[in-house]
């Protein structure tokens, strides 16, 4: 090979190695531009702005400013105790105020006829509507609502004195109408049964209890008729032979009485509270507290709903209604509600 071909292969091939080289170095330089870029999956967006959203009083839309009045259910005691009070705190634009009925005692009839008569914005209710309500709103010219916002339970409540490991519905039932006179009947001791209610016209517990586990049959001469819960706790606290119903956040962490399985059948007694038992003597510094499970689940077999009471007539107090209920039933709401001894609805 001449020397003039050898130099031109040289140069060829320093050429060729150059631009390899040359080459390489782009590639390394611009090597993550040229990546693929990230699939987006658009079919899932971020829905954390919507939760964080719900979580607090403060993002609930619509609710108006002004004064409200409302009434009704002695059972949402802890609610507007608890709950309505943060709820004033957060929104002291929105003044919600519990209004006693001018006669009679406060309830969930009580606070539905309030409603219907215009002496409330809105009410809460241990029962749902009735039939007949309906209609009188329509009479009126307007309709109402019931939006449900929490699961409450029927504790029964006894002394602690007495020895009995639970009731079933049916001899709940025989007690209170007169069929079931004596403990010793339930195997317990030979003491005289005494019941005691508030009365029928009072409240949505005993409207429940009434149509739900009396089948509307109507109470025995021998339930005495006690006007609060409160009463009632310190009645049968002292009458070993007393037997006593309640909303269970009212009833079962209280030191001064027991509160009993219950069950549709005698081998399937499910406690309103959380096992172990809490003892008189351990309370208060224990207190019983609600079977939360059972209440959700449907195993403890009475158990209702609360309700928020609307009357739908497109003004400031169908407004209010609405956003009451849209507030207990945000996040923030729903866990304060659960604080108070209620079950969540959602």
Known sequence: MSRKNETTILILSFLITTAL??????????????????????SRKDTSAAID???????????????????????????????????????????????????????????????????IAFSQSSRPLRDEEYQKAK???????????????????????????????????????????????????DIKIKPYSRRLSEGGTVEFFFENILNKENFNDNV???????????????????????SAPEIVGQCGIKTLPVGKKSNDLIPPYQKPLVLPSQCPQQRN?????????????????????????????????KAYANLLLSTQGQKLIAETGFVKIR
């Open 139 to 189: 009479l009126r010219g307007f309709s109402l609502e019931e939006i449900p916002v929490a699961i409450d339970g029927i504790a029964i409540a006894v002394n602690p004195r007495l020895n009995i490991p639970g009731l079933t519905l049916t001899q709940i039932k025989d007690i209170y109408t007169g069929k079931i006179s004596n403990w010793k009947e339930l195997g317990g001791p």
């Open 21 to 42: 080289i040359g080459v390489g170095f782009w590639w390394l330089v611009n090597k993550d531009s040229m990546k693929f870029p990230p699939v987006v999956d658009n």
């Open 53 to 119: 959203g719900d979580t607090k009083f403060t993002s609930v839309k619509s609710v108006p400013k002004g004064r409200f009045n409302y009434g009704g259910s002695t059972t949402w005691a802890p609610i507007r105790k608890d709950v309505d009070f943060i709820i004033q705190q957060e929104l002291p634009q929105f003044k919600i105020i519990y209004t006693d009925p001018i006669t009679g005692s406060p309830g969930s009839s009580t606070g539905i006829r309030m409603l219907l008569k215009s002496q």
């Open 289 to 321: 507290q609600i079977n939360i499970d059972a209440f959700s689940n449907g195993r403890y077999p009475i158990t209702r709903k609360l309700f928020v009471i609307i009357k739908k007539n497109g003004r400031a107090e169908e407004k209010a209604g």
């Open 224 to 246: 005495e008729f006690i006007s609060t819960t409160t009463q009632a706790i310190r009645v049968v606290n002292k009458n070993i032979g007393g037997i006593y119903y309640g």
